[in-house]
């Protein structure tokens, strides 16, 4: 999927973000109003609202209470609330998160799905599609969708640096899942990395809502994270930003599945974590039960997650220096151990950051939890989609967001059963 | 100094853009012809022209060989050749270095002084001002001048957090030579940290020319760099960025000046590479003695530089996995000392980046030597100011530019013996 990027086209984009946002600002507006309000000449403005119609982005309605017999009532532009819907769906490895957000920017319902790790594309896209569905009963329609953001695991197929010497990123569908989506939907599909897209999810929505520069770290059964640059989702030339787990923590140490050696991966993963647990004679399964026995004051545990934490902080201070974000968020399945990783991480963060940046930066949990990756496709569509390029500040969404995500997430698990 | 940048005003300055990216590509056009081609209304149009010729940016002309009797002869616009240039100015330690483009971003001259350290901020003013004086002498004119950027050394002066929540960066000058500039020249001064500016300047118009992703590395008397993600400066969310000297590299280290420990710049700082060459039995006074000490294979200067190699290679690693640039500068003057370092650090990068980085990652050494700063100020006016918001792809610059440079600072030189 490739945009128009000419300066022409860019100002089209320019005049279409600036009559929604009128329209957002000061509701109905009748087309003699918003020439005054937009400055555009009468042929430019008329186009524009043509092209916004036929999209179902924008309604005409006659103004009721106009005074009779005075030639015919002026006809008046809305936003259309049930149009323009973006949906961001969540590729995860077992399961599948869908969350949709109305013309206005308001999350308006987010689900979930477990399945099989082996579960085909196909497969996967009827899921989201049925998930899709449950939210649209519930009250949305997508007759002027605009586009589909979508998370997958692992690194979106970029081209090799020899076809694209720079950097400018994939002109074609690169993804099986964005050709299944865009012949179901009708609508360009806009694809990352999920694990990226809720490091978005997060600087949007989530614990680090409205900050511009966020460095997002996920504990999880790989290590991996986002960058949040100015406000925008960072990619880097070929689409591998944000790869913390890799950064050499021991050059002497384990091999690492991506081919290197002593990555933080091969130390900071869910199942790095347990098999040093477990090696040291600690008794626990998975997270959950290594989380009980911190708590319940296990030297062995503590001194692991002391040591472990270390480590990550040490890492995430020397991309502090690098890039210096305002905001750190911690996500992922190992940050439910709580203080006893996230204190250790902060006070190496702490004594290895630059003296200067020590009292600027903020270490926060992750809030949004599994929804988090769906929302970041939102926002990608948010951000990139010709007609859906602003996103409005984070807390008041946020809040409304947990009863709706809490909501639409019950009936899945009733479907998970069935 | 602040921009507006509501919608509104994002929109005009698009409309001043895209008509002197028109006049730019077409030539003198009649008001009639820029109409058709920008598809503004002619209010709109009438009104960013006047705004136009009235900074001087663009010039009326009325056209010679329109044929006679026929009304008024059609009065054509074209851009200033004069006009409009912006000048890049670096404040470094002890020197001033200027360069100054043209309307159509032509490189069309570049000048520097040396000076002691102690010298006032009235005095560097000065010594600019000179400077620039000797370029205009060359045909620069500078009644339209758009603006300055400027690079200073340490951080440049951001609010602190409690006082800028959403680091959004400074709003007032901070800088007294910000000041001294703007009412000298009375126009506005862009400023940041001149290392960072190098950044911009080797990836516009110097080693990474084109390149959108860019790390720079600059190893001097103190350990610093730039980001240049997507095209444009990166800064952080308080001007933080690129502060890759005060990555740890030893949390046993040595002390560092900004009160850490162990910081890349404890090792790799010209000063930090001459003691620890002086403490293992060699004899050098400075960075081009030691460079001839390993041109004759001394072997106790080649191991340090490979120690030291070694250990700029890792960080530079961990930092690409975080942040994925596709080209790598290292600029400074321990570079100077060759492949002697530069050797090892690209063996020590390609060793901990990630394996599927390894071959889109090209590591250079920086090209623009002492101008890179105040071509870095140009280009942050380029990138920054309303009017000169683009800038062309690097080579053809490049090539004129080191003529240029190499003829401009020639009178400098003299300058300085006077």
Redesign the interface.
């Known amino acids: 999927m490739s945009h128009p990027r000419g300066?022409?086209a860019?100002?089209r984009r320019?005049?279409e973000?600036?009559v929604l946002?009128l329209l957002r600002k000061h509701g109905p507006l009748s087309r003699g109003e918003l020439g005054k309000l937009c400055?555009?000449?009468?042929?430019?403005l008329y186009d524009i609202l043509a092209g916004l119609v036929s999209t179902g982005a924008v309604v005409t309605a006659t103004q009721q209470d106009a005074p009779r017999g005075r030639g015919r009532p002026a006809e008046t532009l809305t936003l259309n609330p049930d149009a323009g819907q973006a949906i961001g769906i969540d590729f995860a490895r077992r399961a599948v998160h869908v969350a949709a957000v109305n013309l206005a920017h308001e999350v308006v319902g987010s689900a979930s799905a477990p399945h099989p790790a082996d579960l085909s594309w196909e497969e996967r896209v009827d899921l989201a599609d049925r998930l899709v569905g449950s939210l649209t009963d519930g009250g949305l329609r997508l007759g002027a969708l605009s586009a589909i953001g979508v998370g997958v695991v692992g690194?979106v197929g970029w081209p090799e640096?020899e076809d694209d010497?720079?950097?400018?990123g994939p002109d074609e569908p690169a993804h099986p899942v964005q050709v299944l989506l865009s012949s179901r939907f009708g609508v360009p599909v806009l694809m990352d990395n999920n694990t990226r897209l809720a490091a978005l999810g997060e600087a949007i929505w989530g614990a680090a809502a409205?900050?511009?520069?966020v460095l997002y770290l996920r504990l999880s059964h790989g290590v991996g994270g986002g960058?949040v640059?100015g406000g925008s989702l960072?990619?880097?030339?070929?689409?591998?930003?944000?790869?913390?787990g890799?950064?050499?923590v021991d050059?002497d140490g384990a091999p690492c599945d991506?081919?290197?050696t002593g990555c933080l991966e091969t130390v900071a993963s869910i199942r790095a974590v347990l098999d040093a647990y477990r090696a040291a004679g600690g008794r626990a399964g998975d997270v959950p039960e290594l989380a009980k026995a911190t708590r319940a004051g296990d030297e062995t545990a503590l001194t692991l997650l002391e040591g472990v934490g270390a480590t990550v902080g040490?890492?995430l201070?020397?991309?502090c220096?690098?890039?210096?974000?305002?905001?750190i968020v911690v996500g992922g399945e190992l940050a439910e151990t709580g203080a006893a990783l996230i204190e250790p991480i902060e006070r190496a963060l702490r004594a290895?950051v630059?003296?200067?940046?020590r009292?600027?930066l903020s270490l926060r949990r992750a809030t949004l939890g599994e929804a988090a990756g769906a929302l970041g496709g939102i926002a990608l569509v948010l951000h990139e989609s010709p007609l859906l390029s602003r996103y409005p500040a984070g807390p008041d969404l946020a809040s409304g967001l947990i009863d709706e995500t809490e909501r639409a997430t019950r009936p899945t698990r009733q479907e998970r059963q069935s």
């Open positions: 300066p022409l860019q100002l320019g005049h973000e600036l946002e400055q555009l000449s009468r042929t430019t690194p640096p010497p720079a950097g400018l409205g900050g511009l520069d960058l640059v960072h990619r880097g030339a070929y689409g591998l930003s944000g790869e913390f890799h950064i050499t050059p991506c081919g290197g040490g890492v201070a020397a991309v220096n690098a890039i210096g974000p305002s905001v290895q630059m003296p200067v940046s009292h600027r």
